[in-house]
Each structure stands twice: as structure tokens, then as C-alpha cells.
């Protein structure tokens, strides 16, 4: 599976950006896709996951309410809608993907960036 990020940039605080990561090769594999950031200096964090087939989402506390996670089966496609964005979200946005429900992620893709500026 080959996962390619997209959509990242600058933008104000307080507005909005939406990323895309489009899967390829085995995707009916996939049972979860995930997003994850790493900010300067900073581990990893998880964001926001999708179910493949459900849809169940989840996502940390502090996007909670201005992010949503969505996906598009037919274009094996997981965007995440960032909106009422602040300085604190600017990082390194990965998308990932795993065949399990629950568990650690198989595939991870090359990340974009996402400037947030005050």
C-alpha cells in the first residue's frame, strides 16, 4: 500500500484547510486509516482515525470540534477538514493505514506540511 499526503500550506489563524491522502496498491487491505503530526522538536501525536468500512471516527481531544475526518471508499481517498485552525497545529501532517482495527499502523505515507500563522 502507498500512501501520498497532499493539501498542506500556509494559512491565518482561524482558518481552514483540508488534506488528502490517497491510498494505492492493496488497499482492500486496509481496515483503518489514520492522521498523525509532529511538530518541531516534538513525538508524533495521533489526530484523527476513520474505520474503512463503518466509518467510526476518533480523534484526540485537542481537534476535537474543528477537524473531521472523512473518507471516499471509491477513490480510496481519507481527507481531514482542519477548520478554525491555531498557531499549536502547525506540523507535519502524515496519513497512515492499518489492516487491523485497533493496533499499531502498517503503512505511512511521506506527510505534508501545515503552517499555521498568528
Known amino acids: 500500500v502507498q500512501l501520498q499526503a497532499s493539501g498542506g500550506g500556509l494559512v491565518q489563524a482561524g482558518g481552514s484547510l483540508r488534506l488528502s491522502c490517497a491510498a494505492s496498491?492493496?488497499?482492500?487491505?486496509?481496515?483503518?486509516m489514520g492522521w498523525f503530526r509532529q511538530a518541531p522538536g516534538k513525538e508524533r501525536e495521533f489526530v484523527a482515525s476513520i474505520n474503512w468500512s463503518a466509518g467510526t471516527t476518533y480523534y484526540a481531544d485537542f481537534v476535537k470540534g474543528r477537524f473531521t475526518i472523512s473518507r471516499d471508499n471509491a477513490k480510496s481517498t481519507v481527507y481531514l477538514q482542519m477548520n478554525s485552525v491555531k498557531p499549536d497545529d502547525t506540523a507535519v501532517y502524515f496519513c497512515?493505514?492499518?489492516?487491523?482495527?485497533?493496533?499499531?499502523?502498517?503503512?505511512w505515507g511521506q506527510g505534508t506540511q501545515v503552517t499555521v500563522s498568528s
Open positions: 496498491g492493496r488497499t482492500s487491505s486496509n481496515s483503518r
Open positions: 497512515a493505514a492499518s489492516r487491523n482495527a485497533l493496533g499499531s499502523y502498517d503503512y
